[in-house]
């Protein structure tokens, strides 16, 4: 119902909703988020909310996974904007954990995938997925949820968070949700309120870059060096975008691929002035999915 949600700040009170479900044989769904919600989350909360008999979502701006020159301090926040959201989207738990109880000054312990964080972003970050993974876990551990939600334009982090609760016997199914776009095509994220009205104009050549990688899969190009050219010379037509980087890889592997004929994920990052932005685009037979 609409209008019945609950706020929840303490580790503790979480825990005893959490339980509670499960003694009632309830399903919950989770959606974790950093906040600033717009509508790619919403997206989340609602396939959540018609997979579950309950929904959680938290907001929780996680220190350890940025870096020591990245956007912590300014990171887009709107506590009053997002509980509206919610609260209109039907859910039943925001969860907002204070960042003192959830790392405890002696905090020591953390979650680091050997193989799958080493690729991609983790090579300009190198700590991030380990602080991914290890916020996403204690949420796990606090929320008990049967599924939780994850959008794909954050394709390493999905990756990296399946193959941790794999790799960890975790009791939660993990579901990758669709990108969702601007009408241009710009992934939806938090991030692009950094941008100018210029440099929005300019963010664009993300989705191009995929656009055209995916004409060159239709078109049967084996060469991952005929896409990677392609999608970069489109990338720096605009003057305030460099890459970080633009990738051909195998989909689970996340490692580049040396010939295309099989599926294939094209994946960057790039810096539009001082924003870093991320998208990814599925290039699979028989034709790509809308991502
Ligand atoms: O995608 C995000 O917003 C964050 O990385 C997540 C999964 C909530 C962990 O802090």
Redesign the pocket.
């Known amino acids: 119902m609409v209008g019945s949600m609950d706020t929840i700040t303490s580790v503790r009170e979480m825990i005893e909703w959490s339980r509670f479900q499960i003694s009632c044989r309830k399903d919950t769904g989770f959606v974790?988020?950093?906040?600033y919600l717009h509508d790619g989350?919403l997206s989340l909360v609602n396939r959540a909310r018609s997979e579950n008999d309950s929904v959680v979502v938290?907001v929780?701006?996680?220190p350890t996974?940025f870096g020591p020159n990245e956007d912590l301090s300014v990171y887009p926040r709107d506590p009053d904007g997002d509980s509206a959201k919610l609260e209109a989207a039907g859910i039943d738990v925001l969860f907002v954990p204070e960042a003192g109880e959830l790392y405890s000054p002696s905090h020591e312990t953390f979650v680091e995938l050997e193989r799958l964080s080493r690729h991609l972003c983790g090579k300009s970050r190198p700590l991030h997925f380990r602080?991914?993974a290890t916020?996403?876990l204690k949420?796990f551990n606090i929320v008990l949820p049967t599924n939780a939600y994850?959008?794909s334009k954050?394709y390493q982090?999905l990756q990296v968070?399946k193959n941790m609760v794999r790799d960890l016997n975790v009791n939660t199914m993990v579901i990758g949700c669709p990108t969702i776009r601007e009408h241009d095509g710009l992934a939806m994220s938090?991030r692009n309120s950094y941008l100018s009205p210029d440099q929005r104009k300019q963010a664009i050549c993300l989705y191009d870059a995929l656009m055209i990688a995916r004409r060159l899969f239709a078109a049967r190009e084996p060469d991952p060096n005929a896409y990677l050219q392609a999608m970069k010379s489109r990338v720096l037509s605009e003057p305030d975008a460099l890459p970080d980087y633009i990738s051909l890889v195998h989909p689970e592997t996340l490692e580049n691929l040396t010939t295309v004929n099989y599926n294939a994920l094209a994946v960057m990052a790039v810096r539009i002035g001082k924003t870093r932005l991320i998208d990814n685009m599925l290039l699979a037979e028989p034709a790509s999915r809308n991502q």
């Open positions: 974790p988020t950093m906040g989350h938290s929780f701006v996680n996974q602080g991914v916020i996403v949420l994850f959008g954050d982090q968070i938090s």
